[in-house]
């Protein structure tokens, strides 16, 4: 389970570069630790969802998730802040 999760938040990061233009610039997987670092300060940390309704329908969602599907993610990327580290999942 860990694996999947892991494929798709590095595939929705990858989507999510693209759309942005970004696609020359490396994504970064990060580790628990990393992950735990950042949480200490959770301002500075956007968390997007990209999952459709029906995979969240059928997993769930995390507290805290913005849910942009990644169908929707180019004509919605304004609702993504360009000041904050984005945690996708």
């Keep these: ?3 999947f999760f892991g494929a798709c938040a590095l595939g929705a990061a990858m989507l ?3 759309a942005c ?12 630790e990393e992950l735990a670092k950042l949480l200490e300060k959770p301002e500075n940390i ?4 990209v999952r459709e309704p029906s995979e969240i329908a059928t997993l769930g969602t995390l507290k805290g998730y913005v849910n942009i599907p990644v169908s929707q993610l180019e004509g919605r990327l ?6 904050k580290v984005i945690v996708t999942l």
């Design 1 to 3: 389970m860990r694996t």
């Design 16 to 18: 999510f570069g693209i």
């Design 21 to 32: 233009g970004q696609s020359g610039k490396p994504v970064k997987e990060l580790n628990p």
């Design 46 to 49: 956007f968390f997007l969802d």
């Design 78 to 83: 304004k609702e993504i802040p360009r000041d």
